[in-house]
C-alpha cells in the first residue's frame, strides 16, 4: 500500500517566534484511519494546516498523493478536505445546496457536475433533502456533517478532522462517528485529532502522539492506550474500570 502523506523534518515558526512544529517527520498509507492526540498547543492543528497549504512551513516538505504541497497548494487543497472544529468557520452559502456547491463551482466545473456532485456529497453525509435549508438553523451535528459534504464535493483522498466531536451531544456524535467509519470503509484516508478517545479507540490503525511540537509516539492506537495519561490524554472509561475498550456505536 502506497504512502498518500509523506512529511519530512517539517518545522514550522510563527511571527512571534513560538515553534509549532519541530522537524516532524511521518508517512500516512493509503486508506489509513490515524488520530492525532496531545494536550493543547502541542502542534496538531498546525500540522493539519500543512496538510493542505493553509501554512507553509519554514523549512521541510509534505506531499500528498505525490504532490508537493509548496508547489501546487492548489491540488493539494482539492486532495485534503478539512473538517474545521467550528463548523460555522466554514458555512459560505445562503443555503446547505450553494454551501456545498462553493467548492466545485470555484473549480469552474459545468453546472451538471457541480449538482452531481453536491446531491452525492449531501446523500452520503445523510442531508439529502436539506438543499434549501438555512445552514444556520441546522443542529451542530448537521452543520458538522453539512461541512463534511463540502469538503466531499471537491473528491479529495484525504479527510482530516480537527476536534470532530467536539460541542455535540449525544445523537450529534453517532451521526458524525458513522460517517467518519462510512468514508473510511470507502477508502477515504481518515486524520482525526481528539481529547476524546473514548470514540475512536475501537476504530482507529494508529495513534500518533505530540506535544510541543513534536512527534512523541507513533504506533498503533491499542499499543498505547495503558499509556496515555502519561501524554495529558484522557484514557477511555472502559480501561479506567479494568475492562475491554468495546466499540462506541453499537
Known sequence: MKNMIEIDNLTHRFADGFIGIDRVSL???????????????????????????????NSGTVTVNGVSVKKNPRLAKQLVGMV?????????GETVYEDVAFGPENLCLQKAEVKKRVMEALSTVGLKGFEEKRPHLLSQGEKRRLAIAGTLSMKPKVLVMDEPFSNL?????KQVLSKILELHRSGHTILVSTHDMEKVAAYADRLIIMNGGKKVKDAPLVALLDNLEKFGIRQPCALRLGKDVEPWLA
Open 84 to 92: 474545521f472544529q467550528d463548523a460555522d468557520s466554514q458555512i459560505v
Open 27 to 57: 508517512s500516512i498509507k493509503e486508506g489509513e484511519f490515524v488520530v492525532i492526540a496531545g494536550p493543547n498547543g502541542s502542534g496538531k492543528t498546525t500540522l493539519f494546516h500543512h496538510l493542505n497549504g493553509l501554512l507553509t512551513p
Open 169 to 173: 451531544d449525544y445523537f450529534g456524535v
